[in-house]
């Protein structure tokens, strides 16, 4: 248990479904992270919320849409995905301390989302 | 970030002490050497970091080279649990970098019966 906790664990869905994946964090940390891992592809960053406001987007569709209501909770949304976006999605929290670059990331375990 | 090498694959005994190495020869003054693992179908686990000195937890030891070019991750007595993607990580110290961090492929450690 790593205070992380991702629902649902697995989640199959057609390219016009709208769904939402969800993290909780126990941990009272205060940045929450979406990262997707592809088949044979290594983790690749989506987005970084740092107190509830997102700061970084790495070049992501618009078909995923992150929100983040508090520090405890972050959801991504979908809709009209493609069959390659099917992957293992994974949230994961951090107490960024300004200065202090010895952060560790703690990881859900994931989503494995399929898209038909 | 600085770029890392590691061997795709490596096997142990159980009970042995796993020695993984990681490359990472372009490291900066302020970058930090992470370790991470991630067992099959659970995201990645923390294991340790460092900047220059060797560091020591309940899960393994992390020894840097001097000239801070290379590493290697040890776990005293591996388990057939050990087995896992382990994942060498140098990352800068910006301080709005947040949790940037990126995954490269990682050695894959087997560990036998």
């Known amino acids: 248990e790593t205070g992380v906790t991702q629902t649902p664990r697995h989640l199959v869905m057609g390219m016009t479904n709208k769904k939402s994946l969800k993290c909780e964090q126990h941990?009272?940390?205060?940045?929450m992270y979406w990262y997707k891992q592809s088949a044979k592809k290594p983790l690749e960053l989506m987005f970084v919320y740092s107190l509830e406001e997102r700061v970084e987007n790495n070049s992501v569709p618009s078909r995923f849409s992150p929100e983040c209501p508090n520090s405890s909770h972050l959801f991504l949304h979908l809709h009209t995905l493609q069959p390659e976006d099917s992957a293992l999605y994974l949230c994961?929290?951090?107490?960024?301390?300004?200065?202090?670059?010895?952060?560790?990331?703690?990881f859900g375990s994931g989503t494995q989302l399929s898209v038909l | 970030d600085a770029k890392t090498t590691q061997p795709p694959s490596m096997d142990c005994a159980e009970g042995r002490a796993a020695n993984l190495p990681c490359n990472h020869s372009t490291i900066s003054g302020n970058e930090y050497v992470y370790w991470y693992r991630q067992i099959h179908s659970q995201g990645p686990q923390y294991i340790i970091h460092g900047l220059k000195n060797n560091e020591t937890n309940e899960m393994a030891s992390l020894i840097i080279t001097e000239d801070r070019k290379s590493s290697t991750l040890i776990l005293p007595h591996a388990t057939l649990r050990d087995t896992a993607v382990y994942y060498c990580?140098?990352?800068?110290?910006?301080?709005?970098?947040?949790?940037?961090?990126?995954f490269g492929q990682g050695t894959i450690l087997t560990v036998h019966p």
């Open positions: 941990l009272g940390h205060n940045a």
């Open positions: 994961a929290s951090s107490q960024v301390v300004l200065q202090n670059v010895g952060e560790k990331l703690f």
């Open positions: 990580i140098v990352r800068g110290g910006k301080a709005t970098s947040y949790g940037k961090l990126t």
